[in-house]
């Protein structure tokens, strides 16, 4: 009897509903799309979209939706999404960096139809683009039984997900949650990473959460509109000054697109960092006034993003397209 006891109390502890609850219920931290809290929406997104089923990669990736759906304030209709499937992911890149401020700092929206259909990601900022740091998430759904398109998830379930609320309520994100982080400036926010939770309780596709735990939600999604459907980025806390990247379109002088090399007219020394559309480092090093040329012949055609980082801090992005 005793040993029963033991077995159901530990169950419980093990699968206890910790976290906040639905919208509109006391204690809740959703953020509606139309609150006065959002001073402004994200502008700028990449996505690379993961597999409608990545047990299964001959069934391709998922394709619904435009990145520019992700742009701008949250429609919260359920349709004007883009869809990462399994493991795909979104960079948002800001120009004005997000700040810590009092509570959350941003909101990431999803397009959930339900209160209880949860489809999840993780979420992850950096100020260079190149080193990322993820929340803590936390899920505490059993994982003795496969989340399908048929199941819900408990949202008290989870914690530090994006996906946690249904569409037209953000799930807020707090940038004190990573101030033990010496390497990462809270109030320089510059790029916001999500990456889909593969939901599956198999261990050989399975994603975990911050304490080991496999975070199970609907899987398989094998279609083109599968896993975490991303509506948006409100941004809450942003600083105030302009970066250099706003005044700098209109002054420098670069050769866009490129072919063997990359040029660019600077009056200063920068640090550069050169990446693929995915947010991979393929090239680094300094540019100065009188040497401010990237050789490209090595690299193949398509599109890049070039960072600058002044000595006193300045910041400048720039999409190069490579011929």
């Known amino acids: 009897m005793y040993r029963s006891f033991f077995i159901s109390l530990l169950t419980f502890s093990c699968f206890a509903q910790t976290y906040a609850p639905n919208p509109g219920e006391p204690g809740s931290t959703a953020i509606h799309k139309d609150s006065s809290v959002f001073i402004s929406w994200a502008d700028n997104v990449s996505i690379q979209p993961g597999w409608k089923q990545i047990s299964d990669t001959t069934q391709g990736r998922a394709s619904y939706g435009l990145s520019a759906y992700a742009l701008g304030k949250a429609e919260g209709d359920g349709l004007t999404v883009v869809s990462l499937g399994d493991g795909g992911e979104a960079i948002y890149y800001l120009s004005k960096a997000i700040k810590n401020g009092p509570g959350p700092d941003f909101a990431v929206f999803e397009n959930g139809f339900a209160n209880n259909y949860l489809e999840l990601a993780f979420v992850e900022v950096s100020n260079d683009g190149i080193s990322y740091f993820r929340f803590p998430a936390y899920s505490e759904t059993p994982t003795n039984t496969q989340s399908s398109n048929a199941s819900y998830t ?63 939600d609907p899987w398989p999604t094998n279609f083109e509109s599968g896993g975490f459907d991303l509506d948006a980025l409100g941004i809450i806390y942003q600083q105030e000054e302009v970066g250099l990247e706003s005044r700098s379109l209109s002054t420098l002088a670069y050769t866009n697109p490129c072919n063997e090399k990359f040029d660019i007219q600077i009056d200063d020394t920068y640090r550069f960092r050169w990446l693929n559309m995915q947010g991979m480092l393929l090239k680094q090093g300094e540019l100065r006034p009188n040497l401010s040329s990237i050789p490209t012949g090595d690299l193949p055609a398509g599109y890049y993003y070039l960072l600058l980082e002044s000595e006193n801090g300045e910041f400048i992005r720039l999409k190069i397209q490579k011929q």
């Open 154 to 216: 408990d949202t008290r379930y989870v914690h530090n997900l994006a996906g946690k609320y249904r569409q037209g309520y953000g799930t807020p994100f707090d940038l004190s949650d990573l101030d033990s982080i010496a390497e990462l400036d809270l109030d320089h926010i510059h790029f916001v990473r999500i990456i889909d939770v593969i939901g599956s309780i198999d261990a050989n596709y399975a994603s975990y959460d911050s304490q080991g735990r496999i975070i199970n």
